[in-house]
């Protein structure tokens, strides 16, 4: 199964100002989901982040907001943001089954986002380096588990090069240079 970005829509989870400086490689996390953001929107791939109570937790990361649109996020309480309405009435609008996800922490809210897609019927792509926890033997066994369950695991490259499929389209040397 090859990803595609008239299938896809990126979902960035929860990377977000108070809690990334506890995240382990917050920095590498950050980075790629902002080329997979950058990426999506040069090729037309949905994107939306999620933020766990971000009274508490504080707002999406500023460098990813930035590249957000302006409805770019939905607020959630529940771990799983497939347990939201309002998430799942933001794919419903968008219409796609193929589902990637970036975000923090691999071991909770990004699993069980992912568990929970997947257990309805969404295939569901991880971004193994656009993820992590706050001590990385979690972030490892939410991978695996995720894995385990259904996820296809992947790369931020991976992502970028399935979206584009050839090399001789218009966005190629633009998505080329956010992987240099």
């Given at each position: 199964?090859?990803?595609?970005?008239?299938?896809?829509?990126?979902?960035?989870?929860?990377?977000?100002?108070?809690?990334?400086?506890?995240i382990a490689e917050s920095a590498r996390v950050e980075r790629n989901a902002a080329t997979l953001l950058k990426g999506a929107a040069l090729l037309g791939v949905p994107?939306?982040?999620t933020e766990q109570y971000p009274k508490g937790l504080?707002?999406?990361?500023?460098?990813?907001?930035?590249?957000?649109?302006?409805?770019?996020?939905?607020?959630?309480?529940?771990?799983?943001?497939?347990?939201?309405?309002?998430?799942?009435?933001?794919?419903?609008?968008?219409g796609r089954r193929q589902i990637v996800l970036a975000g923090s922490e691999?071991?909770?809210?990004?699993?069980?986002?992912?568990?929970?897609?997947?257990?309805?019927?969404f295939e569901v792509v991880l971004v193994a380096d656009a993820v992590s926890s706050r001590v990385p033997a979690n972030a490892e066994l939410g991978i695996a588990r995720m894995?385990?369950?259904?996820?296809?695991?992947?790369?931020?490259e991976m992502v970028l090069?399935?979206?584009?499929?050839?090399?001789?389209?218009?966005?190629?040397?633009?998505?080329?240079d956010l992987i240099r």
């Open positions: 199964m090859l990803l595609s970005s008239e299938r896809s829509v990126l979902v960035v989870v929860d990377i977000q100002e108070k809690l990334m400086p506890a994107a939306f982040a504080g707002p999406t990361a500023a460098s990813l907001r930035a590249l957000l649109p302006p409805d770019g996020v939905v607020e959630k309480i529940s771990f799983s943001a497939a347990r939201e309405p309002a998430f799942l009435e933001r794919l419903e609008r968008i691999a071991h909770v809210c990004v699993m069980q986002t992912a568990l929970s897609l997947v257990g309805l019927g894995r385990a369950a259904g996820a296809t695991i992947v790369s931020t090069f399935e979206w584009m499929e050839r090399s001789d389209i218009p966005a190629f040397k633009a998505v080329l």
